[in-house]
């Protein structure tokens, strides 16, 4: 399911989609994951993109705290050279863009970085697909709320 942008009451409106699911019997698939697309324009600097990318090369820690799914096949780490790239002093964020898009980064990553590096076409968005999949419209938000709360922080 993919829902229009959300922009507040994110359990309400997601239960407001999800419940008529559930009540039809739908179930979520054995290899699902939850994908929030966050505003990519936050992450478009040095010391934002570093945060995202450090932050996501936790990548162990994160899967224990948000609980992913280890039978979602569409996800893994973040190249070792982009990890590595970023701890690098870097005048600028073209700087910084144009060298990171020379790495090996895909949007089957735990975190998708191809359209704010703008490598891949479609929506202004940072993707991350590492959360577990449910058809609770609470749970995940709280996720999502919990995600949010740590890349803020981390900036």
Not at 91 to 118: E, I, M
Not at 132 to 149: E, H
Request: with cysteine; aromatic share 6%.
């Amino acid at each position: 399911m993919v829902t229009p942008p959300l922009t507040g009451d994110h359990a309400e409106r997601l239960e407001e989609l999800l419940a008529p699911a559930r009540d039809l019997g739908f179930s979520v698939p054995l290899e699902a994951a939850v994908h929030v697309n966050l505003d990519a324009g936050p992450f478009r600097d040095v010391g934002g993109f570093r945060r995202v990318v450090e932050f996501f090369a936790g990548r162990e820690e994160l899967h224990r705290r948000f609980g992913t799914n280890p039978n979602c096949r569409r996800l893994g780490p973040l190249p070792a050279d982009l990890v590595d790239l970023v701890q690098r002093r870097w005048p600028d964020w073209d700087s910084l863009r144009a060298a990171a898009a020379r790495t090996a980064v895909t949007k089957y990553a735990d975190v998708d970085v191809t359209r704010v590096l703008g490598v891949r076409p479609g929506p202004d968005v940072l993707e991350v697909r590492l959360l577990p999949g449910s058809a609770d419209g609470v749970a995940i938000a709280r996720q999502a709320a919990q995600l949010w709360g740590s890349l803020r922080s981390t900036r």
